[in-house]
């Protein structure tokens, strides 16, 4: 069974780094068979699509175009986790964090969330 | 990339059948067939109901259907029951190599 357990700070000043970490269980980060995703959820935006990372005889990445630029996400094949890297944060990116699994166009597993808050 | 668009909310009674749609582009729902149901309940994080516009993942009831027609896809939940109260979200893969979610429906169960 497939488990996601994400890790990283809840508080982030303005203009700093948010990064965030998801460790997998069951699965390798290297699997070419699946994409690993960063997802948010605010009330004002809803669900928003971050971007991907993924490896198909090499590691590719896909952002959101509103966030190309301040994003990224980078995989480590020695501790099986992807990270999430958002620089420059303003008071709107304040969300839930998630990181999900996706194969076949569907994301099945997802991490338990994490709260981020951006605030001096 | 706007979001699909979806009604804020539905409401059913138990045994009735509801239906959500989720209306995109031909820049995504219309051009593939990569779209996908979640259902959120309150404080819990999204659970994968339909995958490729009508495929159910192993243990998701049959009560559950998805279909699609152009720049539409809707998600049907028959024999409603209490616990289908959640908020439910559509999302699709689109030409740009990126995704977009819906905005949500709230499914109430009278």
């Known amino acids: 069974q497939v488990q996601l357990q994400q890790s990283g700070p809840g508080l982030v000043k303005p203009s700093q780094t948010l990064s965030l970490t998801c460790a997998i269980s069951?699965?390798?980060?290297?699997?070419?068979?699946?994409?690993w995703h960063w997802i948010r959820q605010s009330p004002s935006r809803g669900l928003e699509w971050l971007g991907r990372?993924?490896?198909?005889?090499?590691?590719?990445?896909d952002y959101a175009v509103s966030m190309r630029g301040r994003i990224t996400i980078d995989a480590d094949t020695s501790k099986n986790q992807f990270s999430l890297h958002l620089n420059s944060v303003t008071p709107e990116d304040t969300a839930v964090y998630y990181c999900?699994?996706?194969?076949?166009?569907?994301?099945?597993?997802w991490g338990q969330g994490t709260t981020v808050t951006v605030s001096s | 990339q706007s979001a699909l668009t979806q009604p804020p909310s539905v409401s059913g009674s138990p045994g009735q059948s509801v239906t959500i749609s989720c209306t995109g582009t031909?820049?995504?729902?219309?051009?593939?067939?990569?779209v996908s149901w979640y259902r959120q309940p309150p404080g819990t994080a999204p659970q994968l109901m339909i995958y490729?516009?009508?495929n159910r993942p192993s243990g998701v009831p049959d009560r559950f259907s998805g279909s699609k027609s152009g720049n539409t896809a809707s998600l049907t939940i028959s024999g409603l029951q209490a616990e289908d109260e959640a908020d439910y979200y559509c999302?699709?893969?689109?030409?740009?190599?990126?995704?977009?979610f819906g905005t949500g429906t709230r499914v109430n169960v009278l």
């Open positions: 490729e516009v009508a």
């Open positions: 069951g699965d390798s980060v290297s699997s070419n068979i699946v994409g």
């Open positions: 999900a699994r996706n194969r076949y166009f569907g994301m099945a597993v």
């Open positions: 999302a699709s893969y689109t030409t740009s190599i990126t995704y977009v």
């Open positions: 031909s820049s995504d729902v219309g051009y593939y067939n990569r």
């Open positions: 990372t993924y490896y198909r005889s090499k590691w590719y990445n």
